[in-house]
């Protein structure tokens, strides 16, 4: 397993214990989902939430929990995963290059959909703006959205 993947997050902090709470993450990862190879960012906290069309407002799922930007070894290459604390049911959303469709919502939820995929998901981060920022850019460097799919809408 490639752990030696770093996050901005943790780079701040003492090293050692970065490491070490990479390699735990991983483990728990793992156990989840054997595909997974690398944590390539992370989020203390994030919620999802859906768009609810009828009412034009943003639905708070029973999804929160750390979330990761990960590698894996078979496709979807790379995906968002939650380590959900509402549920035993974790949540996977695929990254694929040239399929995801990135939107600033407020400024402090991130939408992320696949091209013609009608569901609309949110991501709050706990990290506020510069959480939403360092997932932005990280699922941009990984995914690779056509530029005709990036969008910030304020």
Do not use: C
Not at 36 to 51: D, G, P, Q
């Amino acid at each position: 397993l490639d752990t030696m993947a770093s996050t901005s997050t943790q780079s701040a902090q003492d090293p050692q214990l970065a490491d070490y709470r990479t390699k735990l993450n991983l483990k728990s990862l793992t156990r989840s989902d054997p595909h997974i190879t690398a944590i390539l960012e992370t989020s203390v906290y994030s919620v999802i939430y859906e768009y609810d069309d009828a009412a034009e407002s943003w639905e708070k799922q029973k999804q929160e929990g750390p979330l990761f930007i990960v590698r894996r070894d078979n496709a979807p290459e790379y995906s968002l995963y939650m380590l959900n604390r509402q549920s035993v049911k974790n949540v996977a959303i695929p990254l694929i290059p040239g399929e995801v469709k990135l939107t600033t919502v407020n400024s402090d939820i991130l939408q992320v959909a696949r091209r013609g995929e009608k569901q609309r998901r949110g991501v709050w981060f706990h990290g506020g703006a510069e959480a939403l920022e360092r997932f932005r850019k990280a699922i941009y460097e990984y995914a690779e959205p056509s530029r005709s799919l990036w969008m910030s809408a304020r």
